[in-house]
């Protein structure tokens, strides 16, 4: 049996592995270097890689070689990391999706000057773009996630710039019943 020490080292260079072999960059940044403040101007068309997906609507990104927690806006998926309160329903679906979509990869992060720029936790508020799609800009992931039933459109207090499109997109995701919707997703909750 392998040891705890062991097998991490093995992760390590099997992620490393990858990451060259992919042609791509493999950047770690401590959990203990997390800043609470960014740049004070992030550029819309950067692309910054990602450190770690926290969960289905949190995630770490490096700016500036720190590493900022990033909370989408607009959604809210299903806790799964959340120590105070019991895993809920489809939260391990809706963060296996994030990671499989955004582990390895580089995003844009845009803010919405509406929602101000830190929520109560000190994590950045931000729409997420992914290079997945043949557009410049990029698949936005708040959207993506609600659109496809891992997580629901969710306002904390005002009003933000894809309001009606996230509620659209938690419609449509409803009456084709995916992802948390599903008739038998939640069935041993």
Known sequence: MMSR????TCTLIALIAIGYFLGGEVR???ESSLATSTPTALDPKEWYPVVRVVDGDTIIVSIEGKGVRVRLIGLDTPESVDPRVPVECFGHEA???????L??????????????RFDKYGRLLAY????????????LMNEYMIREGYGHEYTYN???????????????????????????ACKDF
């Not at 997420?128 to 698949?139: C, F, K, N, R």
Request: hydrophobic share 35%.
């Open 5 to 8: 020490r062991a097998l991490v």
């Open 103 to 116: 582990t390895t990869q580089y995003v844009r992060v845009q803010e919405d000057p509406s929602q101000g």
């Open 28 to 30: 770690f940044v401590k």
């Open 158 to 184: 005002l009003p933000y710039k894809y309001q009606a499109t996230f509620r659209a997109a938690e419609r449509e995701a409803r009456e084709q019943k995916k992802g948390l919707w599903a008739a038998d």
């Open 95 to 101: 963060s296996d999706q994030m990671k499989r979509i």
């Open 128 to 139: 997420i773009y992914a290079p997945l799609d043949s557009t410049q800009e990029g698949l």
